[in-house]
């Protein structure tokens, strides 16, 4: 059985930093897309960064230059450096496993999905 489990997240002031990170168990991903993506009250689900088995990443352009997406295949993790965080980085932000290709921005493109971790940033 598959499974996605996410840590860290919580509450930060404008400016500052976070991390979240997350594990993955029931099989080999070593040649997966590990990405993160993060959903707002009221809001769809939005790309924010993705990394390859080859450790090519992709971020979306309200992160790029604060946030650093990072992977330990031998561990089957993903980790999530948020920094200069604003306000509207807030966020469930969820972890997400697969083989999207091209589509590295697309939710439907990813197979597994972790239950989601908070982040709040206060202005």
């Known amino acids: 059985q598959v499974q996605l489990e996410e840590s860290g997240g919580g509450w930060v002031q404008a400016g500052g930093s976070l991390s979240v990170s997350c594990v993955a168990s029931?099989?080999?991903?070593?040649?997966?897309?590990m990405g993160w993506f993060r959903q707002a009250p009221g809001k769809e689900r939005e790309f924010v960064a993705a990394?390859?088995?080859?450790?090519?990443?992709y971020y979306s352009d309200s992160v790029k230059g604060r946030f650093i997406i990072s992977r330990d295949n031998a561990l089957n993790t993903v980790s999530l450096q948020m920094n200069s965080l604003k306000p509207e980085d807030a966020a469930v932000y969820y972890c997400?496993?697969?083989?999207?290709?091209?589509?590295?921005?697309?939710?439907?493109?990813?197979?597994?999905w972790g239950q989601g971790t908070q982040v709040t940033v206060s202005s």
């Open positions: 990394i390859t088995y080859t450790y090519s990443a």
């Open positions: 029931g099989r080999t991903f070593r040649d997966s897309t």
């Open positions: 997400a496993v697969g083989w999207p290709g091209l589509l590295r921005k697309l939710p439907a493109a990813y197979n597994y």
